[in-house]
Nanobody, 123 residues
Framework: QVQLVESGGGLVQAGGSLRLSCAASGRTGSRDAVGWFRQAPGKERKFVAAITWDGRTTSYEVSVKGRFTISRDNAKNTVYLQMNSLKPEDTAVYYC????????????????WGQGAQVTVSS
């Protein structure tokens, strides 16, 4: 079992920045890939970014590429999502998720989820 807790959400003006953190506990030290997803009201949960267990490979959804950066510090069992140049359309609840083995863009491929962090970008 892996427990995930997100933090760092909040309210920011368009053009601003936020950094989300995803702290893992439980079966730490395993080779879990971690993904970030987001869900706006009334919409499906969608892929944002993902990183392999060793941090060597990352992937991003097209609309966030160049603005968001995913990284991890395995010594702290924490994955980060640095979000710059935020836009109102980035407003959503952001979730981190973990899976053993490689990254994936489909939410149903991740068995472990955090509770979510609200990110609101005002125009």
């Amino acid at each position: 079992q892996v427990q995930l807790v997100e933090s760092g959400g909040g309210l920011v003006q368009a053009g601003g920045s936020l950094r989300l953190s995803c702290a893992a506990s439980g079966r730490t030290g395993s080779r879990d890939a971690v993904g970030w997803f987001r869900q706006a009201p009334g919409k499906e949960r969608k892929f944002v970014a993902a990183i392999t267990w060793d941090g060597r490979t990352t992937s991003y959804e097209v609309s966030v590429k160049g603005r968001f950066t995913i990284s991890r510090d395995n010594a702290k069992n924490t994955v980060y999502l640095q979000m710059n140049s935020l836009k109102p359309e980035d407003t959503a609840v952001y979730y981190c998720a973990a899976r053993f083995s490689g990254t994936h863009t489909a939410p149903n491929e991740y068995p472990y989820w955090g509770q979510g962090a609200q990110v609101t970008v005002s125009s």
